[in-house]
């Protein structure tokens, strides 16, 4: 049996009017206003790529804090902010343009991870040590030697550079 938050058929208590203020315990109210917190996690999925929503209701008892969280959840649902949250969420992402993720065998060098990518119209470039890299400066590209690492920069072959007319060719 799955349990619905929104049922409103339960049976539920409405709050009584507040009463007059006593002046000599509202003191120690006003020291320490609101001690108790809800904090409400809705989550559309399991997964982070949902929508959340996170409300708060703070009370100065728990009957209290209890009995304003409970309506929050329910004038929530009553004004369909839940629904509009979603909504929302689903405009969102369709709005978004992700950028592209790196394409290629990720190595470390230098510090950092180079994905070492071959565009469509670089081919399959190779050298006497193999499959040559393919490097894109922006303003630049070339593949180079496929030696492996530690091989000595003088035992490499040249890199091929692009021209112009988007071949390759050494310098």
Same mark, same amino acid.
């Given at each position: 049996?799955?349990?619905?938050?929104?049922?409103?058929?339960?049976?539920?208590?409405? =709050?009584?009017?507040?009463?007059?203020?006593?002046?000599?315990?509202?003191?120690?109210?006003?020291?320490?206003?609101?001690?108790?917190?809800?904090? %409400?996690?809705?989550?559309?999925?399991?997964?982070?790529?949902?929508?959340?929503?996170?409300?708060?209701?703070?009370?100065?008892?728990?009957?209290?804090?209890?009995?304003?969280?409970?309506?929050?959840?329910?004038?929530? &649902?009553?004004?369909?902010?839940?629904?509009?949250?979603?909504?929302?969420?689903?405009?969102?992402?369709?709005?978004?343009?992700?950028?592209?993720? =790196?394409?290629?065998?990720?190595? %470390?060098?230098?510090?950092?991870?180079?994905? &070492?990518?071959?565009?469509?119209?670089?081919?399959?470039?190779?050298?006497?040590?193999?499959?040559?890299? %393919?490097?894109?400066?922006?303003?630049?590209?070339?593949?180079?030697?496929?030696?492996?690492?530690?091989?000595?920069?003088?035992? &490499?072959?040249?890199?091929?550079?692009?021209?112009?007319?988007?071949?390759?060719?050494?310098?």
């Amino acid at each position: 049996m799955t349990y619905d938050p929104f049922n409103q058929s339960a049976p539920t208590e409405t =709050p009584a009017a507040p009463g007059p203020v006593n002046t000599e315990t509202s003191a120690v109210v006003a020291a320490a206003p609101n001690p108790f917190k809800i904090g %409400f996690t809705l989550k559309a999925s399991e997964k982070f790529s949902a929508e959340w929503l996170t409300p708060t209701v703070y009370g100065a008892t728990a009957a209290e804090t209890a009995e304003r969280g409970r309506d929050l959840l329910l004038a929530m &649902q009553e004004a369909e902010l839940i629904d509009l949250t979603a909504k929302a969420a689903s405009f969102m992402r369709s709005k978004h343009i992700a950028p592209e993720a =790196p394409k290629g065998q990720p190595k %470390f060098a230098g510090g950092k991870v180079q994905h &070492q990518t071959t565009p469509a119209d670089a081919g399959e470039y190779t050298c006497e040590h193999g499959r040559r890299n %393919f490097k894109d400066g922006g303003t630049w590209a070339a593949q180079f030697c496929g030696a492996p690492q530690g091989v000595p920069k003088s035992d &490499q072959c040249p890199p091929l550079w692009r021209q112009k007319d988007g071949s390759y060719r050494a310098k």
